[in-house]
């Protein structure tokens, strides 16, 4: 059975920085992207951040470009995402996801964790 498990979430002040980490176990994703969601209240799920399976290839949604860093590390089968200069509008569960693909002009997961709230007050 597979298990994405994320941690690391909490509350935060605005320009503080928080990483998120998601450990999977069932089956490695071995060339497949893994990366991350978010759905803040009242909103749709929206894609985060993924990276490649060689960890060369890495992608962001414009609204964290230069503020969240996403890494992996295959040998441990884990997954991280580093997030600086936070703001209100990050406030949201975050979830760690697998098999990750770009399809139709979005990008989907089919495998995902529980979710990590994070929350950032101003």
């Known amino acids: 059975q597979v298990q994405l498990v994320e941690s690391g979430g909490g509350l935060v002040q605005a320009g503080d920085s928080l990483r998120l980490s998601c450990a999977i176990s069932g089956r490695t994703f071995d060339g497949e992207a893994v990366g991350w969601f978010r759905q803040a209240p009242g909103r749709e799920y929206e894609f985060v951040a993924a990276?490649?399976?060689?960890?060369?290839?890495?992608y962001y949604a414009d609204f964290v470009k230069g503020r969240f860093t996403i890494a992996r590390d295959n040998a441990k089968n884990t997954m991280s995402l580093q997030m600086d200069s936070l703001s209100p509008d990050d406030t949201a569960v975050y979830y760690c996801v697998a098999d990750v693909v770009y399809r139709g002009g979005t990008y989907q997961a089919g495998y995902w964790g529980q979710g990590t709230q994070v929350t950032v007050s101003s």
């Open positions: 990276v490649t399976w060689s960890g060369g290839g890495t």
